[in-house]
C-alpha cells in the first residue's frame, strides 16, 4: 500500500516535476530565448515582465564615415502608445549590455527625429538616424530602444559596425569664400557669403528674406510654417579626381573613392527642428543656370540636427544616386574620372524643411578621403 501510494505520488508530481525541469532549462540561459522569455542586458534569457506596446524590426548599420554611422529599422505596433526611440552604441558588448564605460545614449536630444513616431513635414514613419562624432577606424556594437507610455521597452538584437580609419586627405568645396564662378541658390539676399563671428566667412540662409519661402505679397500670418528650399552652390569646377600628370595633387582615387565622404558643418535657429530631405553633389560642364538633372547624384534619407548646436554632417558619396527615370544610377568614382569619361563637380546643396523665421549656417563643405 505505501509502495503504490509513492507510485500515485511520482505519476501525480510528474507533470510538475517536468515544467520546473522546462523552465529551469531557459531561465538564466544564454539568448536567444523561446517564446514567453527576452534576452536581459547580460544577453541571459529571462520571463517577460513587460509587453512593449511599440516594436522595431531590422534593426540595421547602412552605412558609415570615419565619424558617423547610419541606422535603419522597421517600426511596428501601435503610433498611440508610442514615446520615444533610443539608439545605444558601445566599443564592447560588455559595455553595451550594461549601458556603462564606452556606452553613448543618442536621443531626441542629440536626434530630434526620434522623439517622434513621424516625421513633422512628412507621412513617413521615423525608420533612421545617425550617430555622430565617432572616433574612426572602430568597431562600435549598437541596439535599437523604443519606449511605450508605460515605460516598457523593446531592445532590438544588437548589431555591429566599424567604421573606416580616420581620413588622411581632403578637397574643399566651400571654406571661407565661394569658389570662383559659382553663386548661391536662392540668390542673395537670402543665401549668401557672410562674416562668421569665428571667424572667416560662411553661407547663411535667412529663410524670411526667401521670396519663395515668405512671399512679400502674403500676410505673414498666412504663410506656411515651414518650407522646402535646397540650399545650392553651383557654378564651380572642381576636379576632384587623380590626375597622372600632377601627382602632388590632393585627389580621389577608385580605391579611396570607397570610405570618401562629403562633409559639411551646418548650425541652425530656429523654433522647431529642421528635417533634411537629401544632400547632393552634382557634376557637369557647367551646372549654370541650373544642374542638369541627369548628373544629380542626392541621398534621399531623412534625419534632423538639433538647434543651436553646430552639427558636422557626413555622408559616404557611395550612398549618393541619382533617380531620374532612364539614367536611375549609383554614384561612382567613374563620375568623376576627368581622366576619363567622368566630368568635374560643379554643384552642392543640402535640403530641408525650413522654419520660416529660422536662419541657417552652412560651412566647411569638404570631401574627406
Not at 574643399?172 to 565661394?178: I, N
Request: glycine share 8%; net charge negative.
Amino acid at each position: 500500500m505505501i509502495a503504490a501510494s509513492r507510485r500515485w505520488a511520482v505519476l501525480v508530481l510528474a507533470p510538475w516535476l517536468g515544467a520546473c525541469v522546462i523552465d529551469a532549462s531557459i531561465d538564466g540561459k544564454g539568448c536567444p530565448c523561446a517564446d514567453g522569455y527576452i534576452c536581459n542586458a547580460a544577453d541571459m534569457c529571462v520571463r517577460k515582465t513587460c509587453d512593449p506596446g511599440v516594436v522595431a524590426s531590422s534593426f540595421a548599420p547602412a552605412w558609415a564615415t570615419s565619424h558617423s554611422i547610419g541606422w535603419t529599422w522597421k517600426p511596428g505596433a501601435s503610433e498611440d502608445l508610442f514615446v520615444r526611440y533610443e539608439v545605444w552604441v558601445a566599443e564592447t558588448k560588455e559595455d553595451l549590455a550594461a549601458r556603462t564605460g564606452t556606452a553613448r545614449r543618442f536621443g531626441k536630444e542629440e536626434n530630434p527625429e526620434l522623439g517622434g513616431y513621424r516625421l513633422r513635414v512628412a507621412t513617413d514613419l521615423v525608420s533612421s538616424t545617425i550617430t555622430r562624432g565617432l572616433e574612426g577606424g572602430t568597431t562600435y556594437f549598437a541596439q535599437l530602444i523604443a519606449v511605450d507610455v508605460r515605460d516598457c521597452e523593446f531592445a532590438s538584437e544588437r548589431v555591429q559596425r566599424s567604421t573606416p580609419p580616420e581620413p588622411q586627405s581632403s578637397i574643399d568645396l566651400f571654406k571661407d569664400g565661394l569658389p570662383a564662378g559659382a553663386e548661391t541658390g536662392p540668390a542673395p539676399p537670402a543665401y549668401q557669403v557672410a562674416d562668421d563671428p569665428a571667424g572667416g566667412m560662411h553661407l547663411v540662409f535667412d529663410v524670411y528674406a526667401d521670396d519663395e519661402c515668405v512671399p512679400d505679397e502674403m500676410d505673414f500670418n498666412d504663410v506656411k510654417a515651414t518650407c522646402g528650399q535646397p540650399l545650392r552652390v553651383r557654378g564651380f569646377s572642381a576636379d576632384v579626381s587623380h590626375d597622372p600628370s600632377n601627382p602632388a595633387k590632393e585627389a580621389l582615387e577608385p580605391g579611396t573613392f570607397v570610405d570618401a565622404y562629403l562633409a559639411m558643418e551646418v548650425d541652425i535657429d530656429a523654433v522647431v527642428p529642421s528635417y533634411f530631405s537629401w544632400l547632393w553633389l552634382a557634376n557637369g560642364a557647367s551646372c549654370l543656370p541650373a544642374e542638369n538633372p541627369d548628373h544629380i547624384f542626392r541621398y534621399d534619407g531623412a534625419f534632423t540636427i538639433p538647434n543651436g548646436k553646430p552639427t558636422t554632417i557626413e555622408l559616404p558619396l557611395s550612398v549618393l544616386e541619382n533617380v531620374e527615370p532612364g539614367s536611375a544610377r549609383p554614384f561612382s568614382y567613374d563620375e568623376i574620372d576627368a581622366q576619363g569619361s567622368g566630368s568635374a563637380l560643379c554643384s552642392f546643396a543640402l535640403g530641408g524643411s525650413w522654419h520660416k523665421l529660422g536662419v541657417v549656417h552652412v560651412d566647411d563643405v569638404a570631401i574627406w578621403f
